[in-house]
């Protein structure tokens, strides 16, 4: 269940995850080199290769007069957008675990 969130709500979830993250893994190194991680790794341009290397563009519905094609920005924040999706459902298991196991 995403709550009834949509694709642009679901992204800014995803975007936050993916710059947590990052932000974790990279703190050690100093604020500064920190923040150029985030810039580089969670940039829509990194996004992308991700999904791309995934070959995931075949799943992602396009307007008809697109051809298939899905725009950089689109691709990006469909990605965006499943992590944000996989983040709520895992959130919604591990209440249900909680709950089944502390009652």
Not at 60 to 88: D, F, H, R, Y
Request: aromatic share 4%; glycine share 8%; proline share 3%.
């Amino acid at each position: 269940n995403t709550r009834g969130h949509g694709k642009k709500s679901l992204a800014l979830i995803g975007d936050a995850l993916l710059r947590l993250i990052l932000v974790d893994d990279s703190v050690s190194v100093g604020p500064g080199e920190c923040q150029r991680i985030c810039s580089v790794e969670a940039s829509n341009k990194a996004v992308l290769q991700l999904q791309s290397g995934q070959k995931l563009v075949h799943l992602i519905e396009t307007s008809p007069c697109q051809k298939g094609w899905v725009s950089p920005v689109t691709g990006a924040s469909t990605m965006e957008a499943l992590l944000g999706a996989l983040w709520i459902i895992r959130t919604a298991i591990l209440r249900r675990f909680v709950i089944l196991y502390t009652t």
